[in-house]
């Protein structure tokens, strides 16, 4: 069974940092292509960014384009997501999501497995 476990949210500051990282156990990892999505209260999850495996393609939502970067360390089992200059608007709940191929996707309907999520609160 595929487990993915988010970790690295918090209460910050707006203008701060945070890194999230999502360690996966199982299949998950192997050849798949990783994501993050993000769910604000009252609002609908909404994607944020995806790398392929084994890393070499990235891509992102418009409103975290040039802000954010996801990574992967494919020996550790392990894919990131840095925030930096970060905006209330970014509160919010963020999943790790892995993929069934190790292409890039942006839509839920791709998702195998999804996180349990980890929570990011931006304080202006």
């Known amino acids: 069974q595929v487990q993915l476990v988010e970790s690295g949210g918090g209460l910050v500051q707006a203008g701060a940092s945070l890194r999230l990282s999502c360690t996966t156990s199982?299949?998950?990892?192997?050849?798949?292509?990783m994501a993050w999505f993000r769910q604000a209260p009252g609002k609908e999850r909404e994607f944020v960014a995806t790398?392929?495996?084994?890393?070499?393609?990235?891509t992102y939502a418009d409103s975290v384009k040039g802000r954010f970067t996801i990574s992967r360390d494919n020996a550790k089992n392990t894919v990131y997501l840095q925030m930096n200059s970060l905006k209330p608007e970014d509160t919010a709940v963020y999943y790790c999501?892995?993929?069934?191929?190790?292409?890039?996707?942006?839509?839920?309907?791709?998702?195998?497995?999804w996180g349990q999520g980890t929570q990011v609160t931006v304080s202006s």
């Open positions: 999501a892995a993929g069934a191929t190790r292409y890039r996707f942006e839509s839920q309907g791709e998702v195998d497995t």
């Open positions: 199982g299949r998950a990892f192997s050849r798949a292509a």
């Open positions: 790398i392929s495996w084994p890393g070499g393609s990235t």
